[in-house]
Nanobody, 119 residues
Framework: QVQLVESGGGLVQAGGSLRLSCAAS????????VGWFRQAPGKEREFVAA????????TYVDSVKGRFTLSIDKAKNTVYLQMNSLKPEDTAVYYC????????????WGQGTQVTVSS
């Protein structure tokens, strides 16, 4: 069983920055790594980015490339999503989850953390 706790969301103006945290505990070694997903109002949850536990492989969807950056603190089993140059279309509830090699979330979904970007 893996437990994940997201934090760091908030309200920010367009062009601003936020850093999300995902603290993991439990049997993390059974997964590829950690992914971030988001769900905007009225839309399906979508994959945003993922990093493997070794920290050497990162993947981003095109819409966030160059603006979002993943990092991992292995000692704390915590993954960070640094979000810069935020846009109103980034507004969503952000979730982290352990992922398989094809970036599907394979753990339980938590409450997520709300990110709101005002124009």
């Amino acid at each position: 069983q893996v437990q994940l706790v997201e934090s760091g969301g908030g309200l920010v103006q367009a062009g601003g920055s936020l850093r999300l945290s995902c603290a993991a505990s439990g049997r993390t070694f059974s997964s590829y790594g950690v992914g971030w997903f988001r769900q905007a109002p009225g839309k399906e949850r979508e994959f945003v980015a993922a990093i493997n536990w070794g920290g050497r492989s990162r993947t981003y969807v095109d819409s966030v490339k160059g603006r979002f950056t993943l990092s991992i603190d292995k000692a704390k089993n915590t993954v960070y999503l640094q979000m810069n140059s935020l846009k109103p279309e980034d507004t969503a509830v952000y979730y982290c989850n352990i992922v398989s090699g094809d970036y599907n979330g394979i753990g339980s979904w938590g409450q997520g953390t709300q990110v709101t970007v005002s124009s």
